[in-house]
């Protein structure tokens, strides 16, 4: 599904097609739904040969009309990792919206990420998602409804608009995985057991599913932010340089982060391998107690005939309470040097 929208003489207007859209006046912003990305792309050759997929449908009409380069398209598709690339006639911006699979808890889940493609041209915007975008969804909202002049800053702030609302969506997960860290910590120190194991190694492994996404994420934005690209103005890039900021700052939390789950996992280790040597303390205190015991059972307990205790008739009573003895004398040592 294709969106267009264009802004012109203080009037925002939206077209049903790209033709139309391409040639209004003003600021034009299009957004294509590619809810089938592998069915959008013609792939009739292999890539080793020289032969790239080419876009198909709708989308071809919107690349061919605004010189997009195809394996542009193929790596917003092909969900090609956050890059930049600044080229003549437009920059292309690829980030991927991340967030955790909705009506699930954050516990053993994997975090879904989408990519999102931002072509900013000189009097246009293109962007490309799968399956739909929340973030794209509210930027498109908010321009075509009570903040219509934002698109006639150009294209160069609408793309913004649209990154940063992607790169917000990266504070809230964190904000999520931080709640989730709170009480994994809580976990280790009340009740420990090896499914808070399985949850901090879960979070470690969610933490870096989102460091591989911010990471390439913050040195594509940082491109846009030094003036580098024709189209994006000195005005807008103090925002891109805002976005990057705030890439810094989740690449900063999530480092914290993943050093909190660290000190969480130590933490349940150190307090097993506790556990562990109590239960050995107790285990040793138990044989030492018994050592002798066995040593006294086991003299009287020759098949000798020759045992003058044999013949005494308090043998066998003086035996049991000699044990004992020893057994309480041992204990009141433990306990006095606080083994028991």
Known sequence: MIRAMSYTSGEAATFEEVPAAAEAPGTTWIWVEATDGEAMLERDGDAAAGRVPRPTGELATVTERFDIHPLHVEDVLGDARPKSELLEEYAFLLVKAARFRVGETTFLEEIRTRPVGVFVGDDWLVTVTTDGDDAVEAVWDRLAGADRRALARGPDFAGYLVVDRVVDGYFHLLDELENDIETVEERVVEAPDPDTLAAINELRRELLS??????????????????????????????????????????ELTETYRDLTAGARDIYLNTLSQSTNEVMRRLTVVATIVLPLTFVAGVFGMNFESMPELGWPYAYHATMLGMAGIALVLVAYFRREGWL
Request: net charge negative; no cysteine; hydrophobic share 40%.
């Open 210 to 251: 989102v460091r591989r996404v911010v990471w390439p994420t913050r040195d594509a934005v940082n491109a846009l932010s030094r003036g580098d690209a024709d189209q994006v103005g000195e005005a807008t890039e103090k925002y891109y340089r805002d976005v990057y900021d705030h890439l810094v700052q989740v690449v």
